[in-house]
């Protein structure tokens, strides 16, 4: 493995899932960054615009949702990014949309099956059986959101038997945890790799356009542009 990734499951390992498990050593946030974990009502935020199926993209910069500088430039998601990159590199994805196989088998070399269920509360579920990995997608959502869930989900299988915890939920913050924004970004990477985001950029310069060349969530898009400064 190599020392990056070893880097980025020891710190997964060392936090309760719920708070940046480097605050107190993040150089971004000691030298004055925007931290995430410091604003945590930004994670329902966040959460309530990637649920967002129809923004207006027309005009991207009229969003009156800001990305912090956390996710773009902090060390965990720069480990995460990598992490994502080297599934791409591996991959070779040579096509788009993404296809939704291109990770089969978890960390511990289970294959992942997928199931589709009419979930009432969640977009996805993972449960570990004796042979395999099940993924639960929500029936209900659009193809988009759910090839979305399935790599935030498979970034939790990969998780698991490198970091411990490898999430947690609580009753005061069901969901928006800090490792379900890893899980997120994790999905955002693999789904719209930055080569190809900045190419068809160039190409479209339309940001619905762009949602479904990559087949996804249209809020996937913005944050995309924004992460990479094109808009």
């Not at 990056?4 to 050593?25: F, H, M």
């Not at 990637?50 to 720069?78: H, Q, V, W, Y």
């Amino acid at each position: 493995m190599p020392r990056w990734e070893s880097e980025l499951w020891s710190y997964l390992s060392s936090g309760d899932g719920i708070r940046c498990p480097i605050y107190e050593s993040c150089q971004l946030r000691l030298q004055g960054g925007w931290c995430l974990s410091d604003h945590e009502e930004y994670y329902q935020l966040m959460n309530e615009f990637l649920d967002d199926e129809a923004p207006d993209l027309t005009e991207p910069s009229s969003i009156k949702f800001e990305s912090p500088a956390c996710p773009n430039s902090g060390r965990i998601f720069e480990l995460v990014r990598r992490l994502a990159i080297k599934y791409q590199i591996e991959a070779g994805i040579d096509r788009l949309p993404v296809p939704p196989d291109l990770i089969t088998h978890g960390s511990d070399n289970l294959p992942i099956e997928v199931r589709q269920v009419p979930l009432k509360a969640h977009h996805g579920a993972i449960w570990r059986l004796s042979d395999c990995w099940v993924v639960q997608l929500n029936s209900n959502d659009t193809a988009a959101r759910q090839r979305f869930t399935l790599y935030h989900e498979i970034f939790h299988i990969l998780a698991h038997d490198k970091a411990t915890p490898v999430f947690k939920k609580t009753a005061s913050s069901p969901e928006g945890s800090f490792n379900e924004l890893l899980a997120d970004h994790f999905a955002a990477i693999i789904l719209m790799p930055e080569n190809l985001v900045r190419k068809k950029w160039a190409e479209v310069k339309d940001a619905n356009r762009m949602a479904a060349i990559f087949n996804v969530p249209k809020p996937l898009v913005w944050f995309a542009l924004k992460h990479l400064s094109l808009i």
